[in-house]
């Protein structure tokens, strides 16, 4: 009786231990909407979509054949394994909130950072 024990068990969404490709893909997407402002409508539907993310990563590997005419599949399937994790979400969810922290730190350095006069030279004219 010690496999029914273990029969109905869910992974604990800690347990996530994405492959260093899984962590490239997540990051450039994750860097891209954090670029493009997206930040807060993306972690909206990220946690709107949450129970739902193990059904779309299997209607990824649906529509894998069809969209390999356009996008690189293997990077595709590796998105659509990490997606079938419990925790994928959280983790997507973390790193964009650290890249959008990450990008607002850099631009409150670069308005705070003094300003040279455009008309003039730095250093000494011959």
């Known amino acids: 009786m010690k496999w029914?024990?273990?029969?109905?068990?869910?992974?604990?969404?800690?347990?996530?231990?994405p492959t260093d490709e899984q962590k490239e893909i997540v990051d450039?997407?994750?860097?891209?909407?954090?670029?493009?402002?997206l930040t807060?409508?993306?972690?909206?539907?990220?946690?709107?979509s949450r129970p739902l993310n193990y059904i779309g990563a299997h209607v990824m590997h649906f529509f894998r054949?069809?969209?390999s005419a356009?996008?690189?599949?293997?990077?595709?399937?590796a998105f659509a394994l990490f997606l079938e994790h419990r925790g994928?979400?959280?983790?997507?969810c973390r790193r964009m909130e650290q890249l959008e922290?990450?990008?607002?730190?850099?631009e409150e350095a670069h308005q705070n950072a003094p300003?040279?006069?455009?008309?003039?030279?730095?250093?000494?004219m011959p």
Not at 70 to 77: I, K, N
């Open 4 to 17: 029914l024990k273990h029969a109905f068990a869910i992974e604990k969404p800690s347990d996530l231990a």
């Open 28 to 37: 450039r997407l994750c860097r891209w909407m954090v670029r493009k402002h």
């Open 40 to 48: 807060t409508p993306g972690l909206m539907m990220l946690e709107i």
């Open 65 to 67: 054949p069809a969209v």
């Open 70 to 77: 356009l996008l690189d599949t293997r990077e595709y399937h």
């Open 88 to 92: 994928a979400v959280d983790y997507i």
């Open 101 to 106: 922290a990450e990008m607002t730190h850099a």
């Open 115 to 124: 300003q040279q006069p455009s008309d003039t030279l730095p250093g000494p």
